[in-house]
């Protein structure tokens, strides 16, 4: 089955490409950072309304690993669907989480 991008994904993608930016691992890690905040209003479009939003633990072989569930008020698709988005932060958070306090 083809994979298809979600069109808000699609169009965030397709914005940081007509940009022209770099390649965040070709700067250092000031430059990604500003690069960053100059390209956050692509990044972070006002989020839907949540109904639930539920903190999980997953299993592993090594131990628990934390994640969160967040359901949105209003499907976006006929039947109850909404798209997916699986996150896995590979450390670091050398740009990013620390411009929205999260860091």
């Not at 940009?19 to 950072?33: D, H, K």
């Not at 949540?50 to 039947?79: M, W």
Request: glycine share 10%; proline share 12%; hydrophobic share 40%.
């Amino acid at each position: 089955m083809p994979v298809v991008l979600d069109p808000d994904a699609a169009a965030v993608s397709k914005a940081f490409q007509d940009a022209g930016r770099p390649a965040c691992e070709t700067l250092t890690a000031p430059e990604a950072r500003a690069s960053y905040a100059q390209a956050r209003f692509a990044t972070n479009p006002e989020p839907p309304e949540l109904a639930r939003v539920a903190s999980l633990s997953i299993p592993a072989s090594h131990g628990a690993i934390a994640a969160r569930f967040h359901r949105p008020k209003e499907p976006r698709r006929p039947g109850g669907l909404s798209p997916a988005l699986v996150l896995f932060h590979g450390g670091g958070r050398v740009t990013g989480a620390w411009l929205k306090g999260l860091g």
